[in-house]
Each structure stands twice: as C-alpha cells, then as structure tokens.
C-alpha cells in the first residue's frame, strides 16, 4: 500500500511540475502583450468615466489610435487572439504577463503621486 501511495505522489508531482512549467513566448506574442495591456486600460479608463467624459470620448478613435501608436491593425490583432484560442496554455501565459506590465505601470504612477505629494509637503 505504501508504494502505491508514494508512486501517486511522485505522478502528481510531475503534473504538477508539467502545469507549471511556462510557455516561451515570442516577439509577436511581447507585441500582443503590449497592445492588450493597453486596449484593457483603455477600456478600464472608459468604464470608470463620468457620463460628461464618455460623451467626448469616442472608443472607436481610441482604439484606432492605439493600434496606430503600435504600428499594430486590428486585423492582426485578432489573428493573434485566434491563435491564442487554439492554444490556452500561451493564452494563459499572456494574460498573466499583461497583468504583470498592468501592475508594474500602475506602481510606476501611485509612487508618482506619492512623490508628488511628498514633495509638497517637504520644508525647503
């Protein structure tokens, strides 16, 4: 009984190590990254906007110019959604690393605003 029980947690630890090892990513799937972080700011900057905001803020020209800003068409956007699709495991590894570039700028602009605020408190 022992063995069995020792041979299954040995199986699970493989698994687990298997789940857990990363997808190497590429440059088109670095660009993707980039791009979606932001087309997932932008949508979060229109979501939290006030109704007199959203009336001069057209989404469709936001994210024409973020595309643009990119050097990256929506076509080829949604080709490299597609691929994602079909491959969850990249999908998956991207969606963790465009949280992570979220994360890092949203840290960048809070120590900003600390800086900022520190700074006009300080006696000079």
């Not at 007199?52 to 595309?67: E, G, M, Q, R, V």
């Not at 700028?105 to 300080?122: A, M, P, V, Y």
Request: proline share 2%.
């Amino acid at each position: 009984m022992k063995p069995l029980i020792v041979l299954a947690l040995i199986a699970s630890g493989l698994w687990a190590c298997g789940c857990a090892q990363k997808v190497k990513l590429d440059a088109s799937d670095q660009k993707f990254i980039a791009v979606y972080a932001d087309v997932l700011a932008l949508q979060g900057s229109y979501a939290t906007a006030n109704d007199s905001l959203k009336k001069f803020f057209n989404k469709s020209d936001s994210l024409s110019a973020l595309f643009a800003a990119h050097a990256y068409s929506p076509q080829e956007f949604g080709e490299q959604f597609e691929r994602y699709r079909n491959d969850p495991k990249r999908w998956q590894e991207v969606q963790m690393r465009a949280i992570q570039l979220l994360e890092e700028r949203r840290n960048i602009i809070l120590q900003e605003k600390q800086d900022s605020t520190l700074g006009k408190f300080q006696v000079r």
